[in-house]
Every structure is written in structure tokens, then in C-alpha cells.
């Protein structure tokens, strides 16, 4: 049974940073391209980065430059680190391994001042 566990959300205020963690478990973590998503209230869930089990990224939305997708596969984690952080950052934020149906319970993202 596969498990994502994400933490390390909170309120931040604007141009402030944050490092999201997603904990993996269940799968065989390296063959899966892992992506972070997120959704704003009100709004579909939107795709943020993702990164492939060699490493290779790719960003989306309007972050580009400030945010940054990595992982360790010897920990089953993929992380988000979250520069420059702006108001309509705000979302819960999920990891997702592509091609499933899986997804963590979400950490929520607040930047307000």
C-alpha cells in the first residue's frame, strides 16, 4: 500500500521561503517520476514541478526560478524548496508519483503578511 506523507508547510510572509517534504512508502521509489502539485481554494489542482527517478526536472505555473524539485531516493523523499514566496502561492501543496492514483494528505502553504 502506498503512503505520502508531506510536511513542512506553514504561514510565511511574502518573499519569505519554505522546504516541503514528501515521504514516500510502499513503492519502489526510484523508477517513479514524482511531481509536487498544489490547489488554491476555489481552483483546480495545478501541477508545479515534477522530477524523474534520475533526477531530471521540470517546472510549471509560474515558478520557475523560485522554486526547486529535488529527491533521495535512498530516503523515498521528494522535496520542494520555495523561494520568493508570493500571496498566490498560497495552496495545499501534494506529491503525486505519476501514472497513480496515489496522493498524501496535502500541507498547506500560507504566504500573508
Known amino acids: 500500500q502506498v503512503q505520502l506523507v508531506e510536511s513542512g508547510g506553514g504561514l510565511v510572509q511574502p518573499g519569505g521561503s519554505l522546504r516541503l517534504s514528501c515521504a514516500a512508502s510502499g513503492m519502489i521509489f526510484s523508477t517513479y517520476t514524482m511531481g509536487w502539485y498544489r490547489q488554491a481554494p476555489g481552483k483546480q489542482r495545478e501541477l508545479v514541478a515534477s522530477?524523474?527517478?534520475?533526477?531530471?526536472?521540470a517546472y510549471y505555473a509560474n515558478v520557475v526560478g523560485r522554486f526547486t524539485i529535488s529527491r533521495d531516493n535512498t530516503k523515498n523523499t521528494v522535496y520542494l524548496q520555495m523561494n520568493s514566496l508570493k500571496p498566490e502561492d498560497t495552496a495545499v501543496y501534494y506529491c503525486?508519483?505519476?501514472?497513480?492514483?496515489?496522493w498524501g494528505q496535502g500541507t498547506q502553504v500560507t504566504v500573508s503578511s
Open positions: 522530477i524523474t527517478g534520475g533526477g531530471k526536472t
Open positions: 503525486h508519483p505519476f501514472y497513480t492514483t496515489d
